[in-house]
């Protein structure tokens, strides 16, 4: 079974840092391309980090810059590093398959003074 727990999240004030965690299980993890979603309450979830099995990344315009994605092989776990936080960051951010349409409960991120 496909499991996805993402860690990592809370609540920063603006301009701060967080770093997202996705620990992945039940599927052969270096061979799937990744992706980080974030979703806000009435909303699409918006792709906002992707990263291939060949570790080539993509990102939403609003994040390039800021918010580097990395996987870790080993260890089975994808990351999503967060800086320079805005409150239009605020959301709660899944890690996902995309070839396999699964992704995790979430981590909630808020971003606020």
């Known amino acids: 079974q496909v499991q996805l727990v993402e860690s990592g999240g809370g609540l920063v004030q603006p301009g701060g840092s967080l770093r997202l965690s996705c620990a992945a299980s039940?599927?052969?993890?270096?061979?799937?391309?990744l992706r980080w979603y974030r979703q806000t309450p009435g909303e699409a979830r918006v792709q906002v980090a992707t990263m291939s099995l060949f570790g080539s990344t993509d990102y939403i315009e609003a994040v390039k810059g800021r918010f580097p994605i990395s996987r870790d092989n080993a260890k089975n776990t994808l990351y999503l590093q967060m800086n320079s936080l805005k409150p239009e960051d605020t959301g709660v951010y899944y890690c996902?398959?995309?070839?396999?349409?699964?992704w995790g409960q979430g981590t909630q991120v808020t971003v606020s003074s």
């Open positions: 039940g599927f052969p993890f270096s061979q799937y391309g």
């Open positions: 996902g398959v995309p070839a396999l349409e699964q």
